[in-house]
Each structure stands twice: as structure tokens, then as C-alpha cells.
């Protein structure tokens, strides 16, 4: 008998999925083993862009394919399966950057209403970011009030979502060479919605039929998620709610309390959480609290949200993704309020065995038999305190079937590109200096960024887990967002005292820092702070002069959103090794698949990989870097001399 | 903030005393929600466009361009 799947490595969540099987609540877990994924779209060989399909042209099973087969795999309108494997590609990095970019249209929205004062529940928090930013984009400062120049600045970054010509303002960012290679090859994106459109027009039944033409296409779209939508919402974000700074707090299910009001905010755009996370500390809402029988309020987060709010007011973690339906399972909920995406539409239903409230918030985002209450961003402390109350007020109808796992993680979060820049360098010369002497040195072997989701199909948490410990044990820092954040969170990775499980080198380097040896640099729309520290790393010299000579990698190993496979190929056309878990979604096609995993090296500098085993993931990221090292002339560990005087004496004798 | 910096007074050789700069960390250690929060320390915003010059010198210093030092800037 086949061995049975674990389901999480995770205490609290076997808890909860034992919980939720014995009161009959469905959850993710239990419908992934009845929903088994269809073969034939995972390899990314049905097309359903026509009404003449939708056309299946899967891989034959077990064997080799023979030429004539080859041949006959084709839709009705003669498509080959490179294009409707590409195309299916393409689909998703669409949908990701438009994601990613639609929220960063709304953060940018909701800046330009804050500095014309508008939106009064909003402020600028961090003027420095700000003034970075005018610098950057040439905007004048002299003596002109911050919202002054936050309106210029908001309007040149809400330009970029628009723009039909040029290019978009941050790529400039990138390392002087990475600009000239997307130049040479014409990926430099113009504007953020007019890729994510033509990436749709271009797999439009009938348009661009050349693989490599599209994911040409694909990696233009990609980059102006990461170095577009991606990076104006977290700097915008910077300047409305603070850059993220070193912050302790606690993670997992155990943060509920069992005699507090307890909500949870679940989703990606932090206007609410931020507003939530004011409103649920005024005094009123206590004394109300207090006045339903509660004995104060307890605000924690979920998915990206959480990190968000996590990173700039320590408000705790009740979970990652797939921990989202098991929070209501634990019957302590008052209310989950969620505004956009990874949002789970099965919350209604456990919900519904609860007393559990889900509010949805976002007019783009509403789920049937859940409760909608509208987030006025004009009226943000109005809209926050109508949310708490519906909690509060919910407070009394709590069931018997309470029972909040005992499991919870200190953490520290907020690794910012800033704060990992004046951490290593101090106030008077904020420098990555330190990080590439110690790479060049060995004692860091080199840099992986581990990102990404939770995916049904794989054991909850595990590969994250396993493959980071293995990372930092061969003396390679990490640097997460996410739920992948989340994961190593809960496993006692996020803390100074990590440095025991690390390797001697990285050991030392972090005891001498005081930092832990995975950092959390914030939610998925921050891998953008990914690129800029790479950038960062490049600019202070010694290691190359683009991202792709850094001995560094990226891996999503629990992949599951469209917005993973965008990240994914912004790294890739950044010049990141990036490799990916879980499945892959062009396994159909074998000319596509090394089109990705060994031809986009060869333009870009990164290409794609994909393992499911978390020490193979970790072997791959290894010899990638020790590659890299070895390119650089560092592959050999050489320790700086300090020279006494007997030593010096010794010299001169000679 | 700067002006605020402890300076000592050092011997060197070959001259007589030096000023130089003594201890930038602050006493105690820093709790709560304030823990990691550096950003406050820079108060004016000639101080921050001071510490944006050196602590991001390769976007916006004009005598610094780290590994990428070249005769036009990006
Ligand atoms: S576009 Fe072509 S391959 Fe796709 S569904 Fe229509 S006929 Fe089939």
C-alpha cells in the first residue's frame, strides 16, 4: 500500500484538520484528496482559448513520444503544443502582473487622495522614503511640504501603469548592465497594463503562435511586475505606513485568545490592516469590547496581510495560506475581514458551522454568503471601526466547539533593503559591504530567496522548512516573503537563535550582525525589496557587475498562485536562477520546458528549474552558487590575515 | 542628529590632538514596538537627504558609483 501523504509538518495544523474531519467542516486538505489535479491541464497541454475546444493534447504516458505523434498533437486550428503550452504560460504571468499591479494601482490611488487630503485616515509616515524617491524620479524638493511632493511623486508612478511608450521609471534601478541586456532584447516594459494586455491579445486564438516569441512576450509582462506594480506598491506603501523595520511578534494558530474578541485579517492590500490595527487599540472599542463580555481585542493576520502589519505594528500571525479555513475551524473567530486574492471561497462554507462572520471588503473581491461591508478608503477610520463592532457584536454568539491549538512562534520580521542596508553599515556609511566581504570570503557561501505559497498537492510547510535548514547549514542566507516566510516562522527559523542550526560561517557572521539567518523582507508584492538588495549587492562591487554573476537563487518550492509564476519569471529575466516545487506547468511540452530551463540562460543570465524533493532543491541551489563563485574567482575560502606586530616583524626580516 | 554625536579628542602621530568621532550607539537596549525602529533617528530633512547621499551613494551620490563606476552614470 502506497504510503499516505502527510498533510502538514505543522502541530497546530494537524490539530485543526483533526478537528475540522471530526465535526464534519471541509477543508482544502480534505478536497484535495477527492479533487485530484487533471492531468492533462497540469502539463499545460489543453486549450480552451476558442470555442472549437476546448483541445487536449497531453504527453503520451510512460513512454516516448514518436515523431508521427509528436505531429498529431496539435488543437483544431493546428496549434502545436509549444504554443498552447506557452501560451498557458504566458496566461499566468498575465494574471499575476495584473495582479500585482492592480494593487499597486490602488496603493497609488490611495496616495495621490492622501497628499491632496482626501483621505484623512492617511498620512506620510516616512518622509525619507519619500525624499528618496523625489531624488529618483526628479522631482523638486526645496522647501515644498511632503504632500506637496508626494503628489508629484504619486502622479510619475501612476503614469507607469498607463504609460503606451518609453519605459517604465524604476528599471533604472536594475544594475547598469541588466538595463543593457533587456534593452538588447526588447523586453524593456512600457507600461504595466499595456504588457499585461498585449500578453493577452498575443495568446488570443490565432495571434502569436512562435513559443518563443511569447515568452519573449512573458518575460517583458514579468518585468514590469517585479520592477512595475510590484515595486511602486511597496514603495508607495513605504511612505504611507512606514518602511519596515526589525519588529518582534508571535506566529500561528496559539495567537488567538480564547477570552478576546478575535479578528483576523486575511488578503494582500494593507489600507484596512493598517487602519484595523489603529482602531482595534482606541479605548471605545475596548470598552465595547469589554461590554460584550470580552476582555479586550485581538487582532492577528493572515497570508500577506498579516505580514504587512506584522512588519510595521508586530500585530501577530494566526497562519499561512492553507491554515486560512482551520483559523474558523478553531471556533474563536469572530471575524476573518478579507479584501483580495489567495482569498479561499471554501471560508463561507466552514464558516457557516461556526459563529464565524467573513467580511469581504473590496469591491473586486466579493464572495457569495459572506458579508460585505465596503472599505471607504475616504472614510478609513469610519469603515475600521464598522468591522471591530461587527466582531464585537459577534463576540456573544461563540459555540461550545472552541478549542485554540497550543502553538505559537516568536518571530522577528521587517528586513527591509534599508534596514538590512544600515544594519550592516550603520548610520554614517548604510552599506552591503560587510554581506559581500563575507560572501567573498566564504563565510557566506551565497544568497537564496525563498518565496512563495502553500499548495494543497504538497506536505503543508515541509519543503519550505527542509530546504531552508539545509540552505543555512551549507552557510546560505536566506531571504523569504510570504507564506514561505510564514512556514519557516512557525518552525523557529525567524529568530537570532536560528544561527545554532547554521553553518560556521553564516553562524558567525549573523551572531556578529544579531541577525537571524533567514530574514523576512515582508509579503509576496515585496519581492520586489529582493531585487533591489540584489541590485545593492551588485552596486557595492566585488561581486560581479549584473544580478546573474551573484551567487545567489531563488526558489517558490509550494508554488500554487498566477502571481508565483510572474515573481518566478521576473527573477528569471533578472538573471536569478529561480526553481520551482510542487508542479510544473509546461511539463507537456519538452521543447518549451528547455526553452525555459536552459535557453533563457543564455539570454537572460537565469532560467528556470524544477525539483519537488527540498535536498535535491537545495543540492540545485548549491552548485548553482558554487558556480557562480567559481565564475567570480572566489570558489576558495580565503580568510583576511590581520597582521600583528610580531607578524610584521617576521615580514621584514625576510 | 549628527551634531549630537559624541567627538573624542585622540592623539595621532606626527600631529598633536585629533578630533574624532567616539561611540555613535545609544545607551540601553531598545524594547517593545520601538525595538528595531531606526528611520525616527534622522530628525530634519537635511539630515535625511544626508544619510540618502552616503547610505545609497551608487543612486545618489555624484562621486560614487560602487563596482559600476563609469564615466556616465545610469
Ligand atoms: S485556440 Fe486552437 S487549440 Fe485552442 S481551443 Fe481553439 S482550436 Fe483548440
Known sequence: ????????????????????????????????????????????????????????????????????????????????????????????????????????????????????????????????????????????????????????????????????????????????????????????????????SEALHRTHMGCDQDYKDLLLH???????????????????????????????????????????????????????????????????????????????????????????????????????????ELAVVTGAVEAMVVDVQCIMQGLVEAASCFHTKIITTDRRAKIEGATHMEFDEHHAVESAKAVIKAAIDNFPNRRQNVRIPDYKTDIIAGFSHETINYLLGGLFRASYRPL????????????????????????????????????????????????????????????????????????????????????????????????IAATAMVKDGGLGDDISDLPAAGVAPEWMSEKAVAIGQYFVSSGVYTIFGASWPTEGSKEVTDFLFKEMENLYGGMWGFETDPLKIAKMVIDHIDKKRKALGIDKARERVLYDMAMRRELEAV | MVNKNKVEMKSAPGRDKVEVLGETFEPGKPEGEEMGKWRQKLESRQEKLKYLETGERYYYSKDWYGSEKRKNPA
Open chain 1, 218 to 324: 512573458g518575460a517583458k509582462t514579468a518585468l514590469a511586475d517585479g520592477w512595475g506594480g510590484s515595486m511602486i506598491a511597496t514603495e508607495l506603501q513605504d511612505i504611507m505606513f512606514g518602511t519596515p523595520a526589525p519588529v518582534a511578534s508571535q506566529i500561528n494558530l496559539g495567537v488567538l485568545k480564547i477570552d478576546e474578541v478575535n479578528i483576523i485579517v486575511h488578503g494582500h492590500e494593507p489600507y484596512l490592516a493598517e487602519t484595523l490595527a489603529v482602531v482595534a487599540q482606541m479605548p471605545e472599542m475596548i470598552e465595547y469590547a469589554k461590554s460584550n463580555g470580552a476582555k479586550g481585542i485581538n487582532l492577528a493576520g493572515m497570508c500577506c496581510t498579516a505580514n504587512e502589519i506584522l512588519m510595521r505594528h508586530g500585530v501577530p500571525i494566526a497562519g499561512n495560506f492553507l491554515q486560512q
Open chain 1, 1 to 196: 500500500m502506497a504510503e499516505e501523504k502527510k498533510l502538514s509538518i505543522d502541530p497546530a495544523t494537524l490539530e485543526m484538520i483533526e478537528k475540522a474531519n471530526s465535526e464534519g467542516v471541509s477543508t482544502a486538505f480534505a478536497r484535495a484528496e477527492v479533487m485530484r489535479p487533471c492531468p492533462i491541464g497540469a502539463e499545460g497541454s489543453c486549450c480552451s482559448n476558442c470555442a472549437m475546444g476546448p483541445c487536449r493534447v497531453p504527453l503520451p504516458r510512460g513512454r516516448t513520444e514518436t515523431p508521427e505523434e509528436k505531429k498529431k498533437r496539435r488543437g483544431v486550428c493546428g496549434a502545436t503544443v509549444e504554443t498552447i503550452a506557452a501560451r498557458n504560460f504566458v496566461r499566468k504571468i498575465a494574471a499575476g502582473t495584473a495582479s500585482h499591479g492592480d494593487h499597486g494601482r490602488e496603493v497609488a490611488k490611495v496616495f495621490l487622495e492622501m497628499a491632496r487630503g482626501e483621505a484623512p485616515g492617511f498620512e506620510i509616515k516616512d518622509e525619507q522614503k519619500l525624499l528618496q524617491l523625489a531624488l529618483e524620479l526628479g522631482v523638486n524638493i526645496g522647501n515644498r511640504s511632503n504632500k506637496e511632493i508626494a503628489i508629484d511623486v504619486g502622479k510619475i508612478l501612476e503614469a507607469d501603469f498607463s504609460r503606451q511608450e518609453g519605459e517604465l521609471v524604476f528599471l533604472k534601478r536594475a544594475p547598469i548592465k541588466r538595463q543593457e541586456i533587456w534593452k538588447k532584447l526588447g523586453v524593456l516594459p512600457r507600461g504595466i497594463d499595456r504588457e499585461v
Open chain 1, 436 to 531: 559581500n566581504d563575507n560572501i567573498i570570503n566564504g563565510r557566506i557561501r551565497g544568497v537564496a530567496g525563498v518565496v512563495g505559497c502553500n499548495n494543497a498537492r504538497v506536505t503543508h510547510d515541509d519543503v519550505h522548512v527542509t530546504l531552508v535548514k539545509e540552505l543555512i547549514k551549507n552557510d546560505v542566507l536566506v531571504l523569504e516573503t510570504g507564506c514561505a516566510a510564514m512556514a519557516c516562522g512557525k518552525a523557529g527559523l525567524l529568530v537570532p537563535e536560528a544561527a545554532a542550526l547554521a553553518g560556521p560561517g553564516l553562524r558567525s557572521v549573523c551572531e556578529a550582525v544579531g541577525i537571524p539567518p533567514v530574514l523576512h523582507l515582508g509579503a509576496c508584492i515585496d519581492n520586489s525589496r529582493i531585487l
